[in-house]
């Protein structure tokens, strides 16, 4: 029996676009906000970062809105389900038929 380290076996974590996620964040009166949908990405806005999250209207809020979470405001974010991360794909630029000969 081998002793496997504990990240041996275990996925990378990351937070990709298109995964379902259940954000929660600090909202009034010491409530949280919950916001369940799928996350489209990070965005910037006057140079603070926040999350986009397009809800899916499980909470009550309307289906297809675009949540935007600002980070500071993160409690906890549960990632539901995962979407793959869709490989970078680098092509070079085709260079133009000979106009020099």
């Not at 809105?65 to 906890?76: D, G, S």
């Not at 549960?78 to 794909?89: G, R, S, V, Y």
Request: negative net charge; hydrophobic residues 40%; proline residues 8%.
């Amino acid at each position: 029996m081998t002793a496997a380290g504990p990240a041996a076996k275990r996925p990378a974590i990351a937070l990709t676009p298109g995964s379902q996620i259940r954000v929660r964040s600090a909202g009034p009166d010491d409530e949280a906000i919950v916001s369940t949908g799928v996350f489209r990405g990070l965005v910037s806005i006057g140079g603070d970062n926040a999350l986009a999250v397009e809800l899916d209207g499980s909470d009550g809020d309307e289906k297809g809105r675009v949540r935007i979470v600002p980070v500071p405001a993160l409690l906890a974010i549960d990632i539901l389900e995962a979407a793959k991360a869709e490989e970078e794909k680098r092509n070079e630029p085709s260079q133009a038929p000979g106009y020099f000969r």
